[in-house]
């Protein structure tokens, strides 16, 4: 269980071109949606918080017109990076609440997206 | 600045050995605390989480929790080559943080054959 799923795997696109993202949970209703960006040899970072059905909630600094989210259902999340430069290269990882033993809840991550602009 | 701490290494075991991880936490009113994997390149993978004062087994790994030290640990036994990666310290479970996950920078794990 807890299954989430990001397309696609890998990106190279052209400087200015606006790519999508999208975060799915295969096998179970996710309210919430987190999108992190990493770069190499860096920790993650929390770009912004996607809630089903309102606007996301991004964390400071980072630009919310450029990085686009979208959380239309209960299954997906998506991120646009529009108008994209060589400084948005990087690995974009999803993740999305799930309870967890004991009413918990925590995070199961996507497999992650690797963007090149050039 | 609610925050969590982890030596960011590299902590070096010989294989078959204990590796010990750790981890502090500064907020008070967290109440879950998890443990994350991350090979080089992939995203993290959950692997222990832990609610509860002590210590909870699950095969190789054993999370260990103090909440008056604010402390949370992680022992891997008879370490692997396999287990070689970034483990990420996470806490969560306070409604003040919008439920979000506060992170460790993480620790870089190296099991030597």
């Known amino acids: 269980g807890a299954v989430v799923s990001q397309h696609p795997s890998r990106v190279i696109c052209k400087s200015g071109t606006s790519v999508k993202i999208e975060c799915r949970s295969l096998?179970?209703?996710?309210?919430?949606m987190f999108w992190y960006r990493q770069f190499p040899k860096q920790s993650l970072m929390l770009m912004a918080t996607s809630n089903e059905g309102s606007k996301a909630t991004y964390e400071q600094g980072v630009e919310k017109d450029k990085f686009l989210i979208n959380h239309a259902s209960l299954t997906l999340s998506t991120l646009t990076v529009t108008s994209a430069h060589p400084e948005d290269s990087s690995f974009y990882i999803c993740s999305a609440r799930d309870q967890i033993a004991g009413g918990g809840e925590t995070q199961y991550f996507g497999p992650g997206t690797r963007l090149l602009v050039l | 600045q609610k925050e969590v701490e982890q030596n960011s290494g590299p902590l070096s075991v010989p294989e078959g050995a204990i590796a010990s991880l750790n981890c502090t936490y500064s907020?008070?009113?967290?109440?879950?605390f998890f443990w994350y994997r991350q090979y080089s390149g992939k995203s993290p993978e959950l692997i222990m989480f832990i609610y509860s004062n002590g210590d909870k087994e699950d095969g190789r790994f054993t999370a260990q929790l103090n909440k008056a030290s604010q402390y949370v640990s992680l022992l891997i036994r008879d370490s692997q080559p396999s287990d070689s990666a970034t483990y990420l310290c996470?806490?969560?479970?306070?409604?003040?943080?919008?439920?979000?996950?506060?992170w460790g920078l993480g620790t870089s794990l190296a099991v030597n054959p």
């Open positions: 907020d008070r009113g967290s109440q879950s």
């Open positions: 096998d179970f209703q996710a309210t919430t």
């Open positions: 996470a806490s969560g479970g306070n409604a003040g943080n919008n439920r979000k996950l506060i």
